[in-house]
């Protein structure tokens, strides 16, 4: 079966901490994605990577950077985090060539 | 504004009827996507139409290409079907990139 695991379910952390959010899937997928989901505003790109240590900016990477160093996982970090980047923060892949991406449980982080 | 747009917003129904939720877009698409988020996060894939209808158990799909429309119909709902319901398209580049309309907030009551 298929799986996208995201390493943390909720994180509370303070202004200006550095924050890693990970996600690793289990299905040899090249395509992994980065997004965040606010009310009102659904599912924004942040950042994908269609291969290992290969990224590209998304719709809203400011804030955000990504790495990948094994085709498996995928991270993404918030270089200082600040209170507008509070938000739910979902992983997904899929593999190359193929239909739909599959997602994460999600990380609901608070930043205080 | 955004290129993919649903309605309503919030739809609360009774067990039993019969639910529409809309999506349109205005940019060409290859394909478009129906999704499931029940509380807590997880989403799931329900549909992925290029044409035509698709049909899932209680679940109908449908797209108008032309009119760049596309329904999710749910028959005879149920309270487990209370979750978020999100259309996407695809754009048909090499990786898959969607572009996510903001919800529909589906409340199904006893």
């Known amino acids: 079966d298929v799986k996208v695991t995201q390493s943390s379910r909720y994180l509370v952390k303070r202004t200006g901490e550095k924050v890693f959010l990970e996600c690793v899937q289990d299905m040899d997928h090249e395509n992994m994605f980065w997004y965040r989901q606010d009310p009102g505003l659904g599912l924004r790109l942040i950042y994908f990577?269609?291969?290992?240590?290969?990224?590209e900016k998304g719709d809203i990477p400011e804030g955000y950077s990504v790495s990948r160093e094994k085709k498996e996982r995928f991270s993404l970090i918030l270089e200082s985090a600040s209170t507008n980047q509070t938000s739910m923060y979902l992983c997904?892949?899929?593999?190359?060539?193929?239909?739909?991406?599959?997602f994460g449980a999600g990380t609901r982080l608070s930043v205080l | 504004k955004n290129e993919v747009e649903q309605s309503p917003q919030n739809l609360t129904a009774q067990e039993g009827e019969f639910i529409t939720i809309n999506c349109s877009y205005s940019v060409g698409i290859s394909a478009l996507h129906w999704l499931q988020q029940h509380p807590g996060g997880g989403i799931v894939s329900l549909f992925m139409?290029?044409?035509g209808k698709k049909k899932h158990g209680r679940l109908i799909a449908t797209i108008n290409i032309q009119e760049k429309h596309s329904s999710l119909h749910i028959t005879a709902s149920h309270p487990r079907d209370s979750a978020v319901y999100i259309c996407a398209v695809s754009g048909g580049d090499s990786w898959g990139k969607l572009q996510f309309g903001a919800g529909t907030q589906v409340v199904v009551t006893p």
């Open positions: 139409l290029s044409s």
């Open positions: 990577s269609y291969d290992v240590k290969m990224k």
């Open positions: 997904a892949s899929r593999g190359q060539g193929a239909d739909i991406q599959y």
